[in-house]
């Protein structure tokens, strides 16, 4: 049978599923990265053979943190320090004789809700909430990509924020007043001094204002049909703290349209599953 892998290149874990040509995932094998290099790729091919069996492989797509170059395919993701102009396109299609695709891992996210949106929306765009906020563009069937092929880093814009702790609000970018300081995993834990399923309701109420801020600013900018989230702190959040975050959004969204908001329903097979539909449509 015909099957396509996708690869969750993660700084913890690596993650690599195989898919059919509906896009359906048939299996998928966890490990943990290794800290070299060598061994980080001699393992991605090991993991690919494993869920491949005996199974022709026509297309392999793959999520990696930034920054990477996408058209070359040569990746340098952050958390794998040993991993430094890594030309893994070029590395894949060698081994394994078919095209392989590869790109930032919130964009190819933001495929994966797109391509299971129902019905299909013309932009949707997808934010994670965990440790960090990052974020992917769909608009018109395509991979948004600015300046030099940048993905938009939806995490660091500045809202009107409410803190019980202001002097707290420190981003690790080098700003004070990023979202990402005030509703991440870590910027909770920052402020806060807990963890997010510790928060009070009142500290709740504080970080779904400042969610709602940044969703008006995004809402108001992209105009997407749909927002998307995902990420631990979005998926393991109460119902009550999104009901918030999108009331303040529409109420300070005047000149233009509310979009959807909704939970991702693929949890922590979103980049996973993402992989497999770009190994079969290609990137653009
Ligand atoms: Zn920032």
Redesign the pocket.
Known sequence: MRIYIGLDIGGTKFMVGAGDENGNLLHSIIYETPRNLEQGIELLKKMTREVAGNDKIVGMGAAVGGPLDWKKGIVSPLHQPEWKNVPLKEIMEKEFDCPFFVDVDTNVAAWAEYKLAQPRPEKLLYMTISTGIGGGFIADGKIYRGKNGAHP?I??QSIPFRCSHPERVQ?????SD????LVSGNGIRRIYGKSPENLTDNEWEEVAYNLGQGLRNLAAIYLPDVIVLGGGIATGAQEKYFHQAKKVMAEHLKMTPAPDVRISKLGYDTALMGAIYIAQDGLK
Do not use: D, N, Q
């Open positions: 880093e995490g660091h981003c690790e970018c080098g700003v990023c979202l990402e300081a």
